[in-house]
């Protein structure tokens, strides 16, 4: 299995977001008191606000849609979903959704991530850290501009940062206390982030395995299941030699054949998912019994989409005893719509 591919991702990244909304609220819960703000603060928080960042970068940005899944896969893999800035999975997700609008593993992964990058905001936001939390509320409007967090987090950093101004205004620190704030603003964040996606990133690794080792019990139960099928047939096979022989027919040809079942093939699920039609002619072999004892594909429209389905279903096919084989053709359509 490919770790962490975006058709999979969705449903990994699900059972990793409750323990990082626990580690998340414990980190809250026990978040220190702010140390005093210095004079270079003081200058700092008394600027005009200044527009967020854009949310991709041009780098990112730049890149093919090729690249950005693959680095988007990498982020995964070295916990980085939305940290640090220009090499996170969801700046990666967000520039491939630019390039690919309609693909559902892309949207499925965004959705999935979003309530991390809202904790991280509300964290950032909390520290202190403004243009952090301005950096992960970009992302967020980029991802859903009308997600229900975007106004109550807007306000709330913006009243944090007023409130940070009037504390500053108040305290006016040295700039030697200012840069050990800043300096341990900076540390909390990389600690805190580092924690929680190696956290989360743990537990997708263990998901994983638990996918696999699922995948190899019914690997195991298919292959006994087929063992099954094939010590019956062929016990069947002894009964109908033991058995006295019908008279069998001067000829028989394909239109001597009376189906007793013919239950239609499966449709694949990328090919329903496209809305992708086409058709199958396979030539097959009814044995005496009226069993289907081979088939093959003559011809398929488009090649090796329906294929597979196709033989699988005529396998199961069913007809009534003829007294001698026959070999026929029929051809099988494929319809999402029908």
């Not at 970009?138 to 944090?160: C, F, N």
Request: proline share 7%; aromatic share 4%; hydrophobic share 40%.
């Amino acid at each position: 299995m490919s770790p962490l591919a975006p058709d999979a991702r969705p449903a990994h990244l699900r059972l990793a977001l409750g323990v990082l909304l626990v580690v998340a609220v414990s980190a809250c819960g026990k978040k220190e008191d702010a140390t005093p703000a210095s004079g270079a603060e003081t200058a700092a928080a008394t600027q005009p606000a200044q527009p967020p960042a854009q949310a991709v970068s041009a780098e990112v940005a730049a890149l093919s849609a090729d690249d950005l899944r693959k680095k988007a896969t990498e982020a995964y893999q070295e916990s980085k979903l939305y940290a640090p800035a220009g090499d996170n999975a969801m700046e990666y997700y967000l520039a491939l959704r630019d390039k690919l609008p309609g693909d559902p593993g892309v949207s499925s992964a965004l959705t999935d991530l979003l309530p991390m990058t809202v904790i991280a905001t509300e964290q950032s936001r909390d520290r202190g850290d403004f243009d952090e939390a301005q950096r992960l509320y970009g992302l967020i409007e980029k991802a859903d501009k009308d997600h229900p967090s975007l106004a109550r987090l807007k306000a709330s950093i913006a009243s944090a940062q007023d409130a940070e101004i009037k504390r500053v205004e108040q305290q006016k620190l040295s700039a030697e206390e200012e840069a050990a704030k800043k300096l341990q603003l900076e540390k909390e964040r990389a600690a805190q982030q580092q924690l929680q996606q190696q956290q989360a990133a743990e537990q997708l690794a263990a998901q994983q395995k638990a996918e696999q080792e699922a995948a190899a019990r019914r690997e195991a139960e298919q292959q006994a299941a087929a063992k099954r099928e094939a010590d019956q047939k062929a016990a069947q096979q002894r009964a109908a030699e033991q058995a006295p022989r019908p008279v069998e027919k001067a000829t028989v040809s394909a239109s001597d054949l009376r189906p007793i079942s013919t239950p239609a093939p499966r449709y694949p699920v990328e090919a329903l998912r496209a809305g992708q039609s086409g058709e199958v002619q396979v030539e097959f072999t009814v044995a005496a019994d009226g069993s289907v004892t081979s088939a093959r594909v003559v011809r398929a429209d488009p090649p090796r989409v329906f294929d597979r389905e196709a033989v699988n279903a005529v396998k199961r096919w069913r007809f009534e005893p003829t007294g001698a084989p026959v070999t026929t053709r029929r051809t099988i359509g494929f319809n999402p719509g029908g």
